[in-house]
């Protein structure tokens, strides 16, 4: 970022997501093209290699001709695939990156599985477990889950809570990777 205060609220917004010490390399830029100055960038990697980005907005978004979020991405790219073990019983699986980084589970960074995600996730070797958004997306999401046959878990959330990354910041990782899993 351009100055010292844009680096600060990088960093708060993503220590207030739950989010900064989970990734390694955050990355920001000093250029104003799509406000990419305004925004802190999450890398893809696939086997150990850059693949993509995710770039989010730190603050209020001006104008709804700004987005929030600019992504760049394989075709069928499952994200946190790398830090999966088929050692494990569960893969969480998440609509949004920062909901999979928060349960170190995967994200398909949508409301629909395609098919080839859904072989991705199941190569893994482990039962997943599909953690929707609360809203009508996630709906659509979880029937899709059940039809692939797979456990979707709604955790008892008070409102306001829209996903897992709302419910870290609320009860901590511990506490919603628990109570999803019950």
Known sequence: FPSHDRTTEAAEYLDNRKVLELVPNWYTSTS???GMDKR?????????????Y?????GEVPDKKTAKIIASRPASFVFNLDHQSHLRKYTIVTEGEYDALTLDGVA????????EQAKIIEDIDNEPVVLPDRDKAGLKLALQAADLGWSVSFPDWPSGIKDANDAAQH?????????LLS
């Open 32 to 34: 104003i093209i799509q």
């Open 54 to 58: 995710n770039a989010r907005w730190t």
């Open 108 to 115: 398909i960074m949508t409301n629909e599985i395609s098919p």
């Open 40 to 52: 802190v960038i999450l890398p893809f990697y696939d086997e150990g290699k850059l693949v993509g």
């Open 171 to 179: 009860f901590g990782r511990v506490a919603t990777l628990q109570t």
